[in-house]
């Protein structure tokens, strides 16, 4: 069924998250609730994809505008309420009234809203002739949420906020998802008569399927899994999704052949890929893009962003972020690897290991209480521990290059730009600030002070 316009509503404040941002503007499985909504609305190819914003509207505009360029931006002016907010909408994107087909309405503080159910309510209002259909849901406790009030034949005679609910209506489990197809003619005639006369002060949407009865078809489809349409209004009902969400995230890789030890403080994000036999230990956040191979382990207490972690590789205890860890690499334990790093085949950063754009070849091992950043490593070098590439000088940051084969002694520090070629041998506690030669031994010598008793006698 094809949407002539599609409108999410993103105007409020959201004063239950006590936060200094847009609730819209809150993350849930790592991307926030609008780019989840506009995706969902966006896979349904609308004419138009329309989002209202007002509290701190630029803010909110500039954020949508990056999930769609595409997107129309209507500006809600301060007549507060969703009803508002349509009529706003439907003003900018039918100025003469001429719109034509079915306009989809939909709030963006439903995080789990998907595509399947946006298509099922669409197809639902197509094939029963209805003027306008409400997404509804059943709750065990539907507090807060607009009870949908059905006449004696089971048809929907309208929706009742909570506030303006009496004891009769409050005990209604079915509620309202604000959720809504309208036909774009019923729409525009329902709206133009709203008022504010109701508890909160507000122009409500609701109200508009009250006028959209008078006149014609009122229709109700319930989404299959209430998950989906659940709205969050403050953090406690967010952490509550996010872990019901979370464990089904983490089943459905299970059920895929994966193993997760333990799903309850394990959290894995949309975009996340993981390969068959593959092993997430405990305490481990798996985010953004980040993909692992087949038989690879990841953890525990292991975070990866935007990661790529090949098979049969180990990741334990570690940070890694936009970095690619070869087949058969071991990773840990606490090592950071900022963005920007390669690591081959068999290779090794060990503990307390920090690296940046390093690029590190097959069988390179990094293993302990080092720093490598702005670096190339060949293939099958070893670095002692403590070995520092002193890679900015306080205005550039330099390369440093060291060969295949490469013995590096403990404590070396490399002051870049420098390159040292293959088969090298440095000695312990080396300083190296110019380039070494294939198949040499460099070190570099300190010369050893010694003076006695040099505190003066009351000191000793």
Same mark, same amino acid.
């Given at each position: 069924?094809?949407?002539?316009?599609?409108?999410?509503?993103?105007?409020?404040?959201?004063?239950?998250?006590?936060?200094?941002?847009?609730?819209?503007?809150?993350?849930?499985?790592?991307?926030?609730?609008?780019e989840r909504v506009m995706s969902s609305v966006d896979a349904l190819d609308p004419a138009t994809l329309a989002v209202v914003v007002r509290y701190q509207g630029e803010r909110v505009a500039e954020a949508a505008r990056g999930y769609d360029a595409d997107v129309t931006i209507v500006e809600q002016d301060d007549i507060p309420g969703t009803g508002r907010a349509?009529?706003?909408?439907?003003?900018?994107?039918?100025?003469?009234?001429?719109?034509?087909?079915?306009? !989809?309405?939909?709030?963006?503080?439903?995080?789990?809203?998907?595509?399947?159910?946006?298509?099922?309510?669409?197809?639902?209002?197509?094939?029963?002739?209805?003027?306008?259909?409400?997404?509804?849901?059943? !709750?065990?406790?539907?507090?807060?949420?607009?009870?949908?009030?059905?006449?004696?034949?089971?048809?929907?005679?309208?929706?009742?906020?909570?506030?303006?609910?009496?004891?009769?209506?409050?005990?209604?489990?079915?509620?309202?998802?604000?959720?809504?197809?309208?036909?774009?003619?019923?729409?525009?005639?329902?709206?133009?008569?709203?008022?504010?006369?109701?508890?909160?002060?507000?122009?409500?949407?609701?109200?508009?399927?009250?006028?959209?009865?008078?006149?014609?078809?009122?229709?109700?489809?319930?989404?299959?899994?209430?998950?989906?349409?659940?709205?969050?209004?403050?953090?406690?009902?967010?952490?509550?999704?996010?872990?019901?969400?979370?464990?089904?995230?983490?089943?459905?890789?299970?059920?895929?052949?994966?193993?997760?030890?333990?799903?309850?403080?394990?959290?894995?994000?949309?975009?996340?890929?993981?390969?068959?036999?593959?092993?997430? !230990?405990?305490?481990?956040?798996?985010?953004?893009?980040?993909?692992?191979?087949?038989?690879?382990?990841?953890?525990?207490?292991?975070?990866?962003?935007?990661?790529?972690?090949?098979?049969?590789?180990?990741?334990?205890?570690?940070?890694?972020?936009?970095?690619?860890?070869?087949?058969?690499?071991?990773?840990?334990?606490?090592?950071?690897?900022?963005?920007?790093?390669?690591?081959?085949?068999?290779?090794?950063?060990?503990?307390?290991?920090?690296?940046?754009?390093?690029?590190?070849?097959?069988?390179?091992?990094?293993?302990?209480?080092?720093y490598v950043g702005d670096a190339d490593l060949g293939e099958r070098t070893n670095i002692g521990g403590g070995t520092i590439t002193a890679n900015y000088d306080g205005v550039h940051k330099n390369h440093t290059t060291i060969g295949s084969d490469v013995h590096i002694g403990a404590g070396n520090l490399f002051v870049a730009p420098v390159e040292v070629g293959?088969?090298?041998?440095?000695?312990?506690?080396?300083?190296?600030?110019?380039?070494?030669?294939?198949?040499?031994?460099?070190?570099?010598?300190?010369?050893?002070?010694?003076?006695?008793?040099?505190?003066?006698?009351?000191?000793?």
């Open positions: 069924m094809t949407v002539t316009a599609a409108i999410v509503l993103a105007a409020g404040e959201g004063t239950r998250m006590r936060s200094s941002k847009p609730k819209v503007l809150h993350t849930f499985a790592g991307k926030t609730f609008l349509v009529q706003c909408a439907m003003r900018q994107l039918a100025p003469g009234g001429n719109l034509e087909g079915d306009v !989809l309405i939909t709030a963006s503080d439903m995080p789990l809203l998907d595509t399947g159910t946006l298509r099922s309510l669409l197809d639902y209002h197509a094939s029963s002739g209805d003027d306008a259909t409400v997404l509804t849901t059943v !709750l065990d406790d539907p507090t807060g949420y607009g009870r949908i009030i059905r006449d004696s034949d089971g048809d929907v005679l309208k929706i009742v906020e909570q506030k303006d609910a009496n004891s009769s209506e409050l005990a209604v489990h079915e509620v309202n998802t604000s959720v809504y197809v309208f036909d774009a003619h019923v729409l525009m005639d329902a709206i133009a008569g709203l008022d504010a006369n109701n508890a909160q002060g507000e122009f409500y949407l609701t109200d508009a399927l009250k006028a959209a009865k008078a006149s014609g078809k009122v229709g109700a489809f319930a989404a299959p899994d209430p998950l989906s349409v659940e709205g969050v209004n403050d953090r406690v009902q967010l952490a509550a999704l996010a872990k019901a969400y979370n464990v089904r995230v983490c089943e459905r890789w299970m059920l895929d052949g994966v193993t997760i030890l333990d799903p309850e403080t394990t959290w894995i994000e949309d975009d996340v890929t993981i390969g068959r036999d593959a092993t997430i !230990l405990p305490g481990c956040f798996l985010e953004g893009r980040t993909t692992i191979g087949e038989n690879a382990v990841v953890g525990p207490y292991t975070t990866l962003i935007d990661a790529t972690v090949d098979s049969d590789a180990h990741v334990e205890r570690s940070r890694v972020q936009e970095s690619h860890i070869g087949r058969a690499a071991n990773i840990g334990p606490w090592t950071y690897l900022r963005p920007g790093n390669e690591l081959g085949e068999e290779s090794k950063a060990g503990a307390f290991v920090e690296m940046k754009k390093a690029h590190i070849g097959d069988g390179t091992k990094v293993p302990h209480l080092s293959d088969n090298v041998t440095s000695g312990a506690g080396s300083v190296i600030r110019h380039d070494v030669p294939d198949d040499a031994m460099v070190y570099s010598e300190n010369t050893q002070h010694i003076v006695e008793q040099w505190k003066p006698a009351w000191e000793r």
